[in-house]
T-cell receptor, first 112, second 115 residues
Framework: AQKITQTQPGMFVQEKEAVTLDCTYD???????LFWYKQPSSGEMIFLIY??????QNATEGRYSLNFQKARKSANLVISASQLGDSAMYFC?????????FGTGTRLQVFP | NAGVTQTPKFRILKIGQSMTLQCAQD?????MYWYRQDPGMGLKLIYY???????DKGEVPNGYNVSRSTTEDFPLRLELAAPSQTSVYFC??????????????FGPGTRLTVL
């Protein structure tokens, strides 16, 4: 079974609008971490935001926030006030013990 | 502070050739990782290391070897290259914090084509 599922292969959003990228996960371990990475067309992987399974509040980093719903096992990334430079692939990942497991990604395109 | 560096950026190999992908980090991180990313897919873990002299297999280790003689360097060796190894290879490192809060930082990647 997939450990990390990103069901949206592609998303479009207009500049300055907010967008939510979905991520669901599957684990029986009570201790885990959830990460989002951005991969622009240049190819590098850029760390965006982290949420721990025991964190009481949703993580936020500037225009990025993570909508963490533990009972539903979802960790959606919300990007507020989208910018053209946000166009990229976005990967959700889960950490169990020493390893990161990645989803297949969502391609976000921001249009003017 | 260069972070995680990888060489080469691009390489074309013939079937059966061997090569070493280099990875170095200057952040004094204990943990290092090698991933591969096939077109349209997420990253899959090949090997990882929790410290000098210690390595362990990830999800897709077949056809690869690693060594970790220093904290800074973590080379990945491909023996007898096959077309199935055509991919983009990423090296990453992390501090090695206990628990799950340990953020990984990635190098720029090596694009490898095997013909």
């Amino acid at each position: 079974a997939q450990k990390i599922t990103q069901t949206q292969p592609g998303m479009f959003v207009q500049e300055k609008e907010a967008v939510t990228l979905d991520c669901t996960y599957d684990t029986s371990d009570p201790s885990y971490g959830l990460f989002w990475y951005k991969q622009p067309s240049s190819g590098e992987m850029i760390f965006l935001i982290y949420q721990g399974s025991y964190d009481q509040q949703n993580a936020t980093e500037g225009r990025y926030s993570l909508n963490f719903q533990k009972a539903r096992k979802s960790a959606n990334l919300v990007i507020s006030a989208s910018q053209l430079g946000d166009s990229a692939m976005y990967f959700c990942a889960m950490r169990e013990t020493d390893k990161l497991i990645f989803g297949t990604g969502t391609r976000l395109q921001v249009f003017p | 502070n260069a972070g995680v560096t990888q060489t080469p950026k691009f390489r074309i190999l013939k079937i059966g050739q061997s090569m070493t992908l280099q990875c170095a980090q200057d952040m004094n991180h204990n943990y290092m990782y090698w991933y591969r990313q096939d077109p349209g897919m997420g990253l899959k873990l090949i090997y990882y290391s929790v410290g000098a002299g210690i390595t362990d297999k990830g999800e897709v280790p077949n056809g690869y070897n690693v060594s970790r003689s220093t904290t800074e360097d973590f080379p990945l060796r491909l023996e007898l290259a096959a077309p199935s190894q055509t991919s983009v290879y990423f090296c990453a490192s992390s501090l090695g914090l206990a628990g799950v809060t340990d953020t990984q930082y990635f190098g720029p990647g090596t694009r490898l084509t095997v013909l």
